[in-house]
């Protein structure tokens, strides 16, 4: 006879080797087919459900490694401390410096996040105003929506904002990607490639890539000051009118000479 918590020690052994499962793959290591088995199992042991993927994937507190802004992501698949992606999203908007399009956010999140904030508005749980002919979410607090949105009216744009000084927009593989690409490049092709990724990220920019590549901040700078002048000289191609010479002209020379003999 099984021990009365195996079943929890399965759903726990199981989650800690796969890191997120589905509801279906719970259901086929318990051996059952009942949903709420498994949400028990579960409840028991502080899970969590994904923010993304339309809430398909679990995995315990214990598991998630937050990051500074409460996100983890583990394959692309995003989970929340602060829960499913409606709370999310109405966190966020309230933590905001500038409230959010759906379109900044979104690309924070990696998900979309339109019918989210679309539901938060309608509940009265988050404010929208248009500014600049889109759609801007702010805390539903009056003070704290005034600064937002005399913030947002300063700058008029996401580009003028900035809004990447809130968020880091590199989710963790991203990093692990970029600093694999990295490695693999000679020298002076590390340095373009870090400038290039510090004009991606706009102000600030030269010093997120210097910590996260380890490398001095003024090499990045000097990286990204080749790639928008386009001052870069391409090993290995030849200058017009380099390399070997033809040899067609000696050719017909050597011809006319034999046809005198």
């Known amino acids: 006879m099984k021990p009365k918590n195996a079943n929890l020690i399965a759903v726990e ?3 800690k080797q796969n890191k997120i499962a589905t509801l279906d793959q719970l259901k086929e290591e318990l051996e059952t087919s009942s949903t709420m088995t498994v949400f028990r199992k579960l409840k028991s042991l502080q899970y969590l459900t994904s923010y993304s993927h339309r809430g398909k994937y679990y995995t315990l507190n214990s598991i998630a490694e937050f990051n500074e802004i409460g996100l983890w992501s583990f394959h692309s698949i995003g989970f929340s401390k602060y829960g499913n992606l409606i709370e999310t999203a109405k966190e966020f908007i309230e933590q905001s410096k500038a409230g959010f399009s759906a379109h900044e956010l979104s690309q924070i999140l990696n998900t979309e996040v339109k019918h989210p904030l679309l539901r938060l508005f309608q509940q009265k749980r988050i404010y929208r105003e ?9 805390a539903w607090h009056a003070e704290k929506r ?7 009216k300063i700058g008029a744009s996401q580009d003028e904002l900035n809004i990447s000084h809130e968020v880091d927009f ?15 490049l000679n020298e002076k092709q590390r340095r373009l490639y ?12 030269d010093k997120k890539i210097a910590e996260l590549l380890g490398i001095d901040s003024h090499t990045v700078a000097k990286g990204r000051r080749e790639i928008l002048g ?3 000289q391409t090993e290995g191609v030849r200058k017009k009118g380099s390399g070997r010479k033809a040899t067609e002209k000696k050719f017909q020379k050597s011809s006319s000479e034999s046809k005198k003999f």
């Open 13 to 15: 052994k199981f989650l």
């Open 194 to 205: 870090a400038g290039l990724e510090s004009f991606k990220l706009g102000h600030g920019g």
């Open 146 to 152: 005034k600064q937002q949105i005399n913030i947002r």
């Open 170 to 184: 590199f989710r963790d593989e991203l990093k692990a990607a970029i600093i694999l690409f990295y490695s693999l």
């Open 230 to 232: 386009g001052d870069i």
């Open 130 to 138: 248009k500014i600049a002919n889109r759609y801007i979410y702010f």
